[in-house]
């Protein structure tokens, strides 16, 4: 009996439980294996359920053995970890300053209430 042949991003993106938008991310930048009948960029897709899980099973190996994108995969990640870093700590210093503000206006309300009192 002849494999199933998925013939429409929906029924690919079904078959690997992901969404249309994804699938055609991982054909644009991962190689997914798609076909298109016409060799057009923009032509119908089809693809074989043998053919996604066999990429799948590489992607895992890849990624296990430390495959060619680990390097760039680490260094990416470790570069937006320090962007982070880096707003983090301007978040906290703002953070501090308006403590010290809100802590001055309610110091001179309390004063201006009680000389209000006073008077």
Not at 91 to 113: C, F, I, K, W, Y
Request: aromatic content about 6%.
């Amino acid at each position: 009996m002849p494999e199933k042949i998925l013939n429409s991003w929906k029924e690919i993106a079904r078959y690997v439980g992901r969404g249309v938008r994804t699938v055609q991310r991982w054909e644009r930048d991962l190689e997914f294996p798609v076909r298109r009948p016409r060799h057009k960029q923009r032509s119908a897709v089809v693809a074989l359920p043998a053919e996604i899980d066999a990429w799948f099973l590489k992607a895992s190996h890849r990624l296990e053995n430390g495959g060619p994108h680990a390097a760039h995969d680490w260094r990416s990640f470790h570069d937006r970890t320090q962007l982070l870093l880096a707003r983090a700590t301007v978040l906290q210093a703002n953070t501090l300053s308006l403590r010290e503000q809100v802590a001055r206006a309610l110091e001179l309300g309390d004063r201006l209430r009680d000389s209000r009192k006073s008077a």
